[in-house]
């Protein structure tokens, strides 16, 4: 069985891998936090789902258990771009989600009550929302070099 660690060279490359890292800690960030809301499930579905499809497609590339092609190209350009959009507007669902709690009277009241202050703004789950974010952004980015190229 072959290596192609070409796959993995130049910007799309880089970003691949940027994507798997960021997804690992923003999975770990967002598991830790959710509030078991379906605004928040959302979030931590397609983190889960565009991690696991970015693992396998990357593996399944570098061991070269699938051989470049049109086909092929075409599936790993539209998955990312659609894979990219949905986690955009996840992470968007999310920071709705967050600021709901957030300024939310009763959760406020409790605070309160329990550290007899406001409750700051919760910094992993907006960092999970950044990061969730920034990883969107960049599966946008390989899908969008994907099809120039």
């Keep these: 069985m072959a290596v192609n660690t070409g796959f993995l060279k130049g910007p799309i490359g880089i970003l691949r891998i940027l994507t798997i890292v960021i997804g690992v800690v923003t999975l770990g960030l967002v598991a830790d936090q959710y509030a078991k809301q379906a605004k928040e499930e959302f979030l931590l579905s397609m983190i889960i789902i565009l991690f696991i499809l970015s693992l396998v497609w990357t593996v399944a590339f570098v061991m070269e258990l699938i051989q470049a092609s049109e086909n092929t190209k075409k599936i790993d350009t ?72």
């Design 78 to 149: 539209w998955g990312h771009l659609i894979g990219g959009l949905l986690l955009l507007i996840a992470a968007i669902v999310w920071f709705v989600s967050v600021m709901e709690y957030h300024n939310n009277k009763v959760a406020q009241d409790l605070c309160r009550l329990i550290t007899g202050q406001n409750c700051p703004l919760p910094v992993q789950r907006i960092i999970a929302g950044i990061l969730s974010l920034i990883n969107g952004l960049f599966y946008l980015v390989i899908g969008g070099l994907l099809f120039k190229a």
